[in-house]
């Protein structure tokens, strides 16, 4: 049941800071700015004029700054082995120190470095754009960003459709997942008892039932959306209304300026 | 499916479809809004043909709740979901926030209407259902069998708003159930078997015919029951519709002790 009510919200963290009121188109488009700026940073002053901005604006989101930090843990493996990678490969500098055959050196340390730097500054920011905007807002400017797709024949309202009745039935289907680990418990098979090689095979047969059931779903579901008008593709216009204010405007810009800087220099 | 089979309903009845399982209630009332097409025959609602041209017009007339509640609930939020029929006819958002504060209220559920799905009951996702079809002003209501995934007392509320909104609405209802109680609320009953019309009758018409009965696996409510059988026993009283009829008729017929 936790689980289920934590997916419910995503990742939101709720709290009341002027990040979280931002549009979330301008939060989207921002992140990619961010992208653009932070891959093309070279020089440790901009990659630290560029962390410095953003450390301000993830303090200034209301949310701990751990939180941020966490984000990042799947990653520091990779991480680690990007780092490794540069510091044994990447010739060039003064040589430090060697292991075997491989000269670790100045140049490639600080390569590796700043490929770490990077990565972490992008995850720990870009995270900022799912813990303070809610799903269903997120959906909403992810159709208003993705429009431009049509020209091209992609249609991003099914696209958002579907993540419409993602966030809807993830929960749904955990619940009923839930509900058969329980039917098999009750006759004798607790997942909990189980050794691990066990619990693989016992969740593959769990996944027999969840699959079949969600097809059922599925069917019902899609009449259920026919006789309430739904069809694909066509016009529809929207409960929820995004306001673009002056400060969705100005933390564009802001980013905007920061890539064109980054760029020239 | 279906041979030969031909009925009007008129506007304002409540009908209710019976039959054994599988005989094809679900797909009568399936044609009924174009979820399926017929390969031949005609079906016309409020004096129109249903045909591809059609079918989105009917369906705005026509509301259809199912039998499963998770299934039916397509938005994250409660009133996300009440507007998205609304939102698939391209009404202005104005008049979906009023339509959704009307009919929140109407229906009680006005504290809801930002929460998720998965913290609603069965009986108050089916709540929540019928208010999406209600904020589409429907003029035709099929209900296949809504509440025979609820709990008794879901199921109660359930009835009642539905006879409260017909009252003040005044649409046509069209049902498939099992449940007795359902079956006498209706004016008049269709039974479905083999692909055919078997009985077009009133409710406790079909109460009295017990092979239909058994046939359709159906039980009469307690009340129709026992007057039933007492009659069958040889005790001279009128079938009852319920319990306060019930006593009525038995009171007198009681020795008196003295």
Request: with cysteine.
């Given at each position: 049941m936790m689980k289920s009510s934590k997916l419910v919200m995503g990742r939101y963290v709720e709290a009341s800071s002027w990040v979280h009121r931002l549009d979330p188109r301008a939060k989207l488009v921002a992140m990619l700015l961010f992208l653009a700026t932070v891959i093309s940073a070279h020089s440790i002053v901009e990659l630290s004029t560029i962390s410095v901005i953003a450390l301000l604006i993830l303090v200034s989101s209301g949310i701990p700054l751990s939180r941020y930090g966490r984000a990042s843990k799947p990653l520091w493996p990779l991480m680690f082995f990007m780092f490794l990678f540069y510091a044994l490969f990447e010739q060039g500098g003064s040589v430090w120190f060697e292991i075997g055959s491989f000269h670790v050196s100045s140049e490639g340390v600080l390569l590796g470095l700043s490929a770490v730097w990077r990565m972490l500054l992008l995850v720990?920011?870009?995270?900022?754009?799912?813990?303070?905007?809610?799903?269903?807002?997120?959906?909403?400017?992810?159709?208003?960003?993705?429009?431009?797709?049509?020209?091209?024949?992609?249609?991003?309202?099914?696209?958002?459709?579907?993540?419409?009745?993602?966030?809807?039935?993830?929960?749904?289907?955990?619940?009923?997942?839930?509900?058969?680990?329980?039917?098999?418990?009750?006759?004798?098979?607790?997942?909990?008892?189980?050794?691990?090689?066990?619990?693989?095979?016992?969740?593959?047969?769990?996944?027999?039932?969840?699959?079949?059931?969600?097809?059922?779903?599925?069917?019902?579901?899609?009449?259920?959306?026919?006789?309430?008008?739904?069809?694909?593709?066509?016009?529809?216009?929207?409960?929820?209304?995004?306001?673009?204010?002056?400060?969705?405007?100005?933390?564009?810009?802001?980013?905007?300026?920061m890539l064109v800087f980054t760029f020239v220099m | 499916m279906f041979a030969d089979l031909s009925f009007h309903i008129e506007q304002g009845q409540w009908v209710t479809i019976v039959g054994p399982n599988g005989s094809g209630k679900s797909t009568l009332t399936k044609l009924m809004n174009g979820l399926l097409a017929p390969q031949s025959g005609t079906i016309q609602i409020g004096g129109v043909t249903l045909d591809s041209h059609t079918v989105s017009d009917i369906r705005g007339l026509v509301g259809y709740l199912f039998q499963?509640?998770?299934?039916?609930?397509?938005?994250?939020?409660?009133?996300?979901?009440?507007?998205?029929?609304?939102?698939?006819?391209?009404?202005?958002?104005?008049?979906?926030?009023?339509?959704?504060d009307q009919v929140s209220v109407e229906l009680g559920i006005q504290d809801w209407l930002h929460r998720h799905p998965s913290s609603l009951s069965g009986g108050q996702k089916q709540r929540v259902a019928l208010a999406g079809l209600l904020v589409l002003d429907p003029e035709v209501m099929i209900w296949d069998e809504a509440t025979s995934m609820l709990d008794e007392?879901?199921?109660?509320?359930?009835?009642?708003?539905?006879?409260?909104?017909?009252?003040?609405?005044?649409?046509?209802?069209?049902?498939?159930?099992?449940?007795?109680?359902?079956?006498?609320?209706?004016?008049?009953?269709?039974?479905?078997?083999?692909?055919?019309?078997?009985?077009?009758?009133?409710?406790?018409?079909?109460?009295?015919?017990?092979?239909?009965?058994?046939?359709c696996r159906l039980r009469p409510p307690f009340a129709v029951e026992l007057s039933l059988e007492l009659r069958r026993r040889g005790i001279e009283m009128d079938i009852c519709r319920d319990e306060e009829e019930l006593v009525n008729a038995l009171w007198p017929s009681c020795p008196v002790k003295n």
């Open positions: 720990c920011f870009t995270s900022i754009l799912t813990f303070t905007t809610t799903p269903i807002e997120l959906n909403l400017g992810l159709e208003a960003v993705l429009k431009p797709l049509k020209l091209i024949g992609v249609s991003p309202q099914q696209w958002t459709m579907m993540i419409t009745i993602a966030l809807r039935f993830i929960p749904t289907i955990f619940e009923e997942a839930d509900r058969i680990l329980k039917a098999q418990a009750s006759r004798g098979a607790d997942i909990n008892d189980l050794k691990l090689a066990a619990k693989g095979k016992m969740l593959l047969t769990l996944l027999v039932p969840i699959i079949v059931g969600a097809f059922r779903r599925a069917e019902d579901l899609v009449q259920a959306m026919e006789s309430r008008g739904y069809v694909l593709d066509r016009a529809r216009t929207s409960l929820r209304m995004l306001k673009w204010r002056r400060v969705d405007s100005l933390f564009l810009i802001g980013f905007g300026v | 499963n509640p998770d299934n039916q609930f397509i938005a994250a939020t409660v009133q996300d979901d009440m507007a998205f029929g609304m939102e698939n006819r391209c009404l202005p958002r104005a008049e979906m926030q009023q339509r959704i007392q879901a199921r109660r509320e359930c009835m009642t708003h539905i006879r409260q909104l017909r009252a003040g609405r005044g649409f046509t209802i069209v049902s498939v159930t099992h449940d007795a109680e359902e079956i006498m609320a209706s004016d008049r009953v269709l039974v479905v078997k083999g692909g055919q019309l078997a009985a077009d009758l009133s409710p406790m018409e079909l109460f009295a015919r017990e092979e239909l009965m058994e046939e």
